[in-house]
Structures are given as C-alpha cells and as structure tokens.
C-alpha cells in the first residue's frame, strides 16, 4: 500500500443512526481518518412499526446520504461504499432505497446479512487491539452480532434480531425502568444466547465490544475515575464497573441519564437497554472485562477493500509505530531507527534476563523518542507523553502504551513522576522504567555521535563499554550516574583511532 493511496468513503445506513467515515489507506492495513459524520434516523423504530421504510422518513435517510456524499467528494474520495444493517435487513421496501441512492448519487447500496456484517466489524474492531482469541460483540439498534475470535479471525458468528432501539421498544415502558422489566430483559437475551451455544471464553480470552452503547459506556466510565487516557479504544471495563454501571444508568430517569458526563444525550433513551445487553454477554461469555474497540463495521469495510486477512499483533504495532514516527517524531526518520536500535542491543548487554515487555518497552520508546518534535522543539520533553498517550497506536493495550509513554519521557526527566499514569502503570513497573528511560537517554546521545554501524559496546565485569569513531571528549556524568542507580554498572566511553 503506498502513502499516495486515494481517500475512500463509507456509509453505514444502520439501525439507529447513518454514519459516514472518510478514511486514506496506509501501509500495515492502518488508515488515516480524515473525517466522519452522523445522523440519527432511527431506522428500526419505523420499520418495526410499518414493516418498511415510510416515504417521508426514505426522503430523510436520502437526504442524508446526499450530504455525505457530498463530503465525501469534497475530501478527495474516489470511491464509496455504502451498506445496511439489520433494519434494511428488515424493511420491505430497502431495494426502494437502494433504487434511489443508485439514481440519484451513483452509490450503490449493499444489504449485508448478519454475518457479512459482523464478519466485516471483526476485521475492524480486531485489527488495532493486541488480541488473538475471544469474542466479538457488536450491539447497534436493531440487532446484537457475536463472533468467535481465533488467530484473530471469525470462525462462527451469530446475529440476534434485538438491538437497543427494539429491546427498549419491547420491555422498557416506564421512566425510570422498573425492576421487572429490567429482569425480563437481562432474561430474554441470556436465553437466547443459550439457545444459540454461544460459548463461554477460555483462560485468556477477551470480550471485545463494538458499536455506539459500548462506547458510550467505556466514556462513561472512564469520566468516573482518574484515568490518563482519553481514547476509549483500547479501554477496558472490568466486569465489577460493567454491573455497577448498568445499575446506575438503569435506575436513572430519562431527565437524569441526560445529564451524565461522557453519555450523547441522544443515546440517553436507549442506554439502559444497552447496558443491561452488553451485562448479560459479559455474564454468559464469563469474561473478566470488556475491551472496547474504537473501531467497527465502516473501519473494517474500508479495510477489506485493501487487506485480505489481519496482520499478526506484532506486525500491527510495528506498522503503527512506523506511521506514527514519520508524521510526529524525528525530522529524518533513520534517526529513530537508528536509536532504537541501539537501545535494543544495550539492554540486551546491560540486562541480558530482561522478558519480552522490557525489550518492546525500549524499542518503541526509543523510536518515539522525539514525539511532538515536528510540532514544538523547545517543548519536546514532555510532548512525547502528552502524545503518545492520546496517539492514533495501534496493536498496543492501553497499559503498555502508557509504559511507552512513560519510558519517553523519563529518558528525558528521571525525576517526573510515574505515578501520574496510574491506574495504567503501578508501583511494579516503576523500576523497569527508569532502567527503560537511561537505555533510551543513553541511545540518543550516542546516536548523535555516530553514524549507524559505527559504535562498539560490550560489557565489562563493573562498566558498561561503548567506542566511539574518531577521539572523543564526551564525559556524561548524569548517563553515568542514572545507570550506576538503575544497573549497578559504570559507564567508560572512549573513542577510537
């Protein structure tokens, strides 16, 4: 894939909202998002009411496909691919829509069955999430999509005809709900499940939520703790906040739930069903947490249009961190390279038991060293964490990009605080930290001595020794210092003739 690839757009006529994503293709199967849209239809709420879609409500959705259309060419995209989910799945007259969309903006309009769809939303929900195995859950308005996750593809799917606008419609008539109803829900979707097998996850395994009530919720969550993230891809609700969640947002009245910071107040009418689905599914799976994906249906659209399968994990990260280096860090990108690699080759001499965390650690905080360098010089020391923690990465769990971000900045400053990181970094980390923040302090400096190929370094019985081309004058006390306190090693520089 090359960085010249054109823009492309998709538009996801769904069951609760129309949503357009522009998105530029980049190598490792990542995409650039340029821009995005939404209107909210309500789709399935009048199909279930009429069995198809009302001429004044068709005139709306068309309307609003016209308008992203019309982004959609304003932003450079040369093609367009447009879908619909469960309430299309459902309408009598979705082939008159479609009919439409081709006459009157050349667009045409695919239908996907459950399992295209959910089958689609894995390739992009998975794809940035360091996971091989687990389960897919994707909640949208009219339907609730399940997949089973190995080697981080779908190996069986099922789709339910429930989503949050038709269970709301179905059990909840009282504001607030009432405990009953509540019950009957909760019951209806862990019948189903059974019914379906769908199975519980193994030891290891992850839940992965998708969609617009899983992300609500993590946002929701995430405002009710002090939490140095503000991504929600990636985050994760542990089972215990899931049900204390729900139960609150559950017991609130429409008024109320309208007011609760990091909820869109059009999904207020809709939440509690919502919640109390997405409870249930972690309840039947037997998962520990839910990890939630930034990223769905429309992202895995656009990929598929350019990647056959998903990349390993690893092969994830290192692409991302690749895209992220030549936009944010060094102005010459062999630069990092060649940091990293020196970081990598001297924690293996100074720790040679260091585990594969560590090693990762230093490699990549090395590579994105120099962060925010292209955005402001004189602040580049704390730019790397401010950054790196609201950065586009992908492929990494939130815990270890904070320990990037981390390691960055403590190459620079050995007195800030790790703490300031909590809950996503501990007090067991800390020390593989700052060992992590001087190999990188220690690369940098060198780097900036010689050239790549041109350093010997080798371990001695009390030093850590490195010779460098040519004579030399550097004498880095604080290097030194930093690795006698972090090591309990020396350091000797000499040059060479």
Known sequence: MENGAAPLAVIDVGSNSVRLLIAKPLP??????????????????????HGSIPPEVLEQTLDAIGDFVRLAAHAGAESIHAVGTAALRD?????????????????K??????????????????????????????????????ARIEDRRPVATWSFPFGTLRLTDRFIDADPPDEDAMTALRRHVRRELRSAGVPRLGSGEVLVGTGGTVRNLANVSRRRQRYPISRLHGHSITIRRLHRLTRLLARMSLKE???????????AGIIAAGALVVDAVA?????????????????????????????????????SVEVFAQRFGDVETDHAHHRAQLAV??????????????????????????????????????????ILLDANLSGFSQPQIARIAAAARLARR????????????????????????????????VRRRAEPGAVD?????????????GGTTWAPTDLTERLQATFGVGLRIRGRS
């Open 28 to 49: 490792g199967g990542h995409l650039d998002i340029l821009d995005d849209a939404r209107a909210t239809l309500r789709l399935a709420r009048v199909v279930d009411a």
């Open 91 to 107: 309408a009598d007259n979705a082939d008159a829509l479609a009919r439409a969309l081709r006459s009157r903006w050349g667009v």
């Open 109 to 146: 309009l695919k239908v996907l069955s459950g399992d295209d769809e959910v089958r689609l939303a894995s390739i992009g929900a998975v794809f940035g999430l360091p996971i091989d195995s687990g389960m897919l859950l994707d909640l949208g308005g009219g339907s609730l999509l399940l």
């Open 257 to 267: 739930r309208r007011g609760v910071r990091g909820l869109n107040a059009d999904r």
């Open 283 to 319: 309840a039947h799976t037997r998962t520990d947490a839910v990890l939630v994906a930034g990223q769905g249906l429309r992202e895995g659209i656009a990929r598929s249009q350019f990647i056959d399968e998903l990349p390993p994990v690893s092969d994830v990260r290192r692409s």
């Open 345 to 386: 080759s001297l924690i293996a001499l100074l720790d040679p038991e260091a585990d594969e965390d560590l090693h990762e650690t230093v490699e990549y905080a090395a590579m994105l060293y120099n962060a925010g360098l292209q955005v402001d010089f004189y602040r580049r020391a704390g730019a790397p964490t401010t």
């Open 414 to 445: 050995p007195t800030w605080e790790v703490r300031s990181l909590r809950p996503l970094i501990t007090g067991d980390d800390e020390a593989d930290l700052h060992r992590a923040g001087v190999v990188v302090a220690l690369a940098e400096e």
């Open 457 to 469: 370094a080798s371990m001695g019985r009390r030093n850590l020794r490195i010779t460098l081309p």
